[in-house]
């Protein structure tokens, strides 16, 4: 079984930074892709960034283009969201999920076969 692991989330002011990571024990290299994903209550589940672990790839939601940075680190089995310039807006809970089941939907929105537990980001005004 592979379980994801997030950390890294926390209370910040807005235009403040956090960075978030994703840890898939012994298993990230072997992944196909891994994605950040959140969701504020009362809202849907939304894709924020996507990166194809083999290529380096990545992709972004429109919200958060210039602002998130998604990478990976193979040696450490971990890939990160830096987040920079962060608003109220970005408050939710960030899950990352691994391995992707279905390509349908687009890379923001693939179905993928783990995921973790969330990490709670809040950024104040």
């Known amino acids: 079984q592979v379980q994801p692991v997030e950390s890294g989330g926390g209370s910040v002011q807005a235009g403040g930074s956090l960075r978030l990571s994703c840890t898939v024990p012994n298993s990230v290299y072997k992944m196909n892709a891994v994605g950040w994903f959140r969701q504020a209550p009362g809202k849907e589940r939304e894709g924020v960034a996507t990166?194809?672990?083999?290529?380096?790839?990545?992709f972004y939601a429109d919200s958060v283009k210039g602002r998130f940075t998604i990478s990976k680190d193979n040696a450490k089995n971990t890939v990160y969201l830096q987040m920079n310039s962060l608003k109220p807006e970005d408050t939710a809970m960030y899950y990352c999920?691994?391995?992707?089941?279905?390509?349908?939907?687009?890379?923001?929105?693939?179905?993928?076969?783990?995921w973790g537990q969330g990490t709670q980001v809040t950024v104040s005004s």
């Open positions: 990166i194809f672990i083999r290529a380096g790839t990545s």
């Open positions: 999920a691994a391995d992707v089941k279905s390509y349908r939907n687009g890379p923001l929105n693939y179905e993928y076969n783990y």
